[in-house]
């Protein structure tokens, strides 16, 4: 079946950098896109989400872009602290018809802050 | 506002047992379901529901059974354990149009 990818599964950068976080997805039925934030031993939390009318959007140091001709979503973060040390995972649903928001996730992005 | 709430968080079982895994939420979704992660994967969906009294298979259901009687409460059932249900199971809630699901702690299960 058709599923959400991830170019880069580790990711380290130093604090203060800003991180960039890949992700391709193949469904071009998906309108509607998620990052989560998964810590150890915790579940996923949601960061940010966009719909396919939209090619960007802009949170508290996080900014979601979003490339429907390539099929291309990333997670951009400001600032990176290392409390954003976590797995990024990227998510994508379709809204209409009998979805009913089932959401099909990526493999992850380990994200590794040094202070 | 305790959110969605799963017990137990850990549970080792042995080979042809049962269980039922808890999960309750308190912010009156009609959305629910039910994801395992095994070990440095992404999360694969067992079972949903989208409201009291109707449920249905996600992508990897064999092996397990959900109900859903009230808005709050989705267990989710293994009647008889293998070694490949060994991974860490979460629920999670939402609505229609809000798909930024609130996720559970999870529940650690080890099947031996």
């Known amino acids: 079946g058709e599923s959400v990818g991830l170019h880069l599964p580790t990711l380290s950068v130093q604090e203060g950098d800003n991180s960039i976080i890949n992700c391709a997805y193949s469904n071009s039925a998906s309108d509607y896109f998620i990052w989560y934030k998964q810590e150890s031993g915790k579940g996923p939390q949601f960061i940010i989400d966009i719909r396919s009318n939209m090619d960007k959007r802009q949170g508290q140091r996080v900014t979601v872009l979003l490339n429907k001709t390539v099929k291309h979503l990333s997670l951009q973060i400001a600032a990176t602290q290392p409390g954003d040390s976590a797995v990024y995972f990227c998510?994508?649903?379709?809204?209409?018809?009998?979805?009913?928001?089932?959401?099909?996730f990526g493999q992850g992005t380990i994200l590794t802050v040094h202070p | 506002n305790a959110g969605v709430t799963q017990t137990p968080k850990f549970r080792i079982l042995k080979i042809g047992q049962s269980m039922t895994l808890q999960c309750t939420q308190d912010m009156n979704h009609n959305y629910m379901y039910w994801y395992r992660q095994d070990p440095g994967m992404g999360l694969k969906l067992i079972y949903y529901?989208?409201?009291?009294?109707?449920?249905d298979k996600g992508e990897v259901p064999n092996g397990y059974n959900v109900s859903r009687s009230t808005t709050e409460d989705f267990p989710l059932r293994l009647e008889l354990a293998a070694p490949s249900q060994t991974s860490v199971y979460f629920c999670?809630?939402?609505?229609?149009?809000?798909?930024?699901?609130?996720f559970g702690s999870g529940t650690r299960l080890t099947v031996v």
């Open positions: 999670a809630s939402g609505d229609r149009g809000h798909y930024g699901y609130t």
């Open positions: 529901s989208v409201g009291a009294g109707i449920t």
């Open positions: 998510a994508e649903t379709s809204s209409g018809g009998t979805s009913y928001g089932k959401l099909t």
